[in-house]
């Protein structure tokens, strides 16, 4: 919580000290893919062994030298799990395929700092929402009685916009577990972003 508010008043203060004459409101188009940091998504040895994680999300943006944001978009996410027996040798499932989708809805605290006339860096911390639509058909213990249907991801990013051309990177933490019926590692991604912003 200290570094979020380390965060939030460096972006207070350098947006205010180097702003320039910048349009109140916003909005724009994110395409993003995320990276997992985390692979033990349960304490009974179910792990991740792949990752198709994309997103897309629309937003808007008001403000002066601080920006409030709110998106609204979809996240992909194709997951291949594996389980091991308590015997810790043989396989309960093995690289089982299971596809998840979600709506996502971000909410961020945003700075400005322009570094030429079309050129600006654009730091941000933030809380990203996710409730899940849909579970595909599998085999195996997913569903919606044993996933958790409302991930929460806290969320500290570093955008760079060349115009109207975005691409950032940023870190998203989990504030819950992967599973709701059982104890497991919170989620944790790299991610990074294209788009546009007008």
């Not at 629309?58 to 609204?72: A, N, Q, V, W």
């Not at 389980?83 to 396989?91: A, F, H, Q, S, V």
């Not at 595909?136 to 409302?150: A, G, H, M, P, W």
Request: proline share 4%; net charge positive.
């Amino acid at each position: 919580m200290k570094k979020i508010l380390i965060v939030i008043l460096l972006t207070a203060v350098c947006s205010t000290t180097f702003a320039q004459k910048q349009k109140w409101r916003q909005f724009g188009l994110k395409i993003e893919t995320n990276f997992t940091l985390e692979r033990n998504y349960a304490n009974d040895g179910t792990t991740l062994d792949g990752l198709v994680n994309p997103d897309a999300y629309l937003f808007f943006r008001g403000g002066k030298f601080i920006y409030g944001e709110i998106g609204f978009g979809y996240n992909f996410f194709k997951g291949d799990f594996s389980r091991l027996n308590p015997d810790g040798i043989t396989y309960a499932f093995q690289n089982e395929t299971v596809k998840l989708h979600s709506l996502m809805i971000p909410i961020k605290l945003m700075g400005y700092i322009p570094l030429g006339k079309v050129v600006a860096i654009e730091p941000y911390v933030g809380v990203i929402y996710q409730p899940l639509i849909s579970i595909s058909n599998n085999s195996i213990d997913f569903s919606k009685k044993t996933l958790e249907q409302n991930m929460l991801f806290a969320n500290a990013g570093l955008d760079f916009k060349f115009g109207p051309i975005v691409i950032g990177a940023s870190y998203k933490y989990g504030l819950n577990t992967f599973f709701a019926s059982k104890e497991g590692k919170k989620p944790q991604f790299v991610n990074v972003c294209v788009g546009f912003q007008f």
